[in-house]
């Protein structure tokens, strides 16, 4: 019985961290909300600004438990620039915790509030945050041959417009890799091999529609492209076969004990603009990060294994950039719910603050 409420306890570790992010967002909501309404007859670029702030906020507190709470060991290689950047960042896609990653580097060049996705189309109707997200700059797109090209670059040309700092999060593989679903790894190596592409073992063949679109409509508005490769350690089983990558609950309940991270900063011009060769070009990308992930988990160097090649740095992030924002929104949504009418308000929030998101991404995009 005491193994078993050990168990159970260190199963529980994410419950505190869950319930704080999920319990502050129709705090959030409402504050962003008030604001909106505040703006509504003043520049767009006003709006974004304090927008953006109040995104890093609630992005600090998220961060708190996912490196400060969890204790994880940040590891970087390559060229991260200390300084913001317009960019479009591209990664490997195996879970969930790949958006945190994102947020990760995005805070330590101060950019956090400028973090913006291209997600898929069924996460619109996710509660409160569906809509936030749009409403923030995240693009959502449908897959293959139902990718509304113009739409999207409708939505980018709206945030150029308006002068928005760009921090485009986008995974080119549109799926996770995952060991576990074998048939989606050899659909997309049977893929490659048909249209004469190498063939890749621990990424997935990507797809270039949504990348191009960004590349080609925000060239003159960007800084640089970042290419990243992301590796979760202790994913190796026994017999030294890659298990599936950690999930958000699984990653704070601390099983994850180090994420390596490797940047590569690519200029504009270093990347072809005619989609057919943007596309061979995206495929070298993976290539690459294929080798390094290979090197990874499979080197036969036992001392070359879990880690990349190269200079690497462990970033650690200082409570002073998370634990005021955790203080902040946790106190503000305590005392919503210390009175009856802040909690009628709260509940208010999340039930008509959901129907009225559905309805709004339901009619524009």
Known sequence: MLLSLVLHTYSMRYVLPAAVMMGTAPTYMLAWGAWR?????????????????????????????FENYTGVQVIIYGDLPKNKENVIYLSNHQCTVDWIIADMLAIRQNALGHV?????????????????????????VKRSAKFNEKEMREKLRTQMKAETPMYLVIFPEGTRYNPEIPKV????????????????KHVLTPRVKATHV?????????????????????????????????????????ECPRVHIFIDRIELKDIPEEQMYMRRWLHERFEVKDKLLIEFYDAK?????????????????????????????????ASMLLTESGRKLYIKTWIYGTLIGCLWVSIKP
């Open 37 to 65: 309404l505040l703006s509504a007859v003043l520049p767009a670029r006003f709006y974004r600004e304090v927008d953006d702030r109040l995104y890093t906020i609630y992005q600090s507190m998220v961060l708190f438990f």
């Open 214 to 254: 960004a590349i080609d409509t925000m060239k003159d508005y960007l800084d640089a492209v970042y290419d990243v490769t992301v590796a979760y350690e202790g994913t190796v089983d026994h017999k030294g076969q890659r298990k599936l990558a950690p999930s958000m609950t699984e990653f704070l309940c601390k």
């Open 185 to 200: 790894i050899a659909d997309s190596q049977s893929f490659a091999e048909k249209e004469g592409l190498a063939i890749l």
């Open 301 to 333: 160097d036992s001392k070359r294994r879990n880690k990349f090649p190269g200079k690497s740095v462990h970033s650690k992030l200082s409570l002073k950039k998370t634990l005021p924002s955790l203080l902040f929104l946790g106190g503000l949504t």
């Open 116 to 140: 913006r996705y291209v997600l898929k189309d069924g996460l619109k109707w996710l509660p409160l945050y569906g809509w936030y997200f749009s409403q923030h700059g995240g693009v959502y």
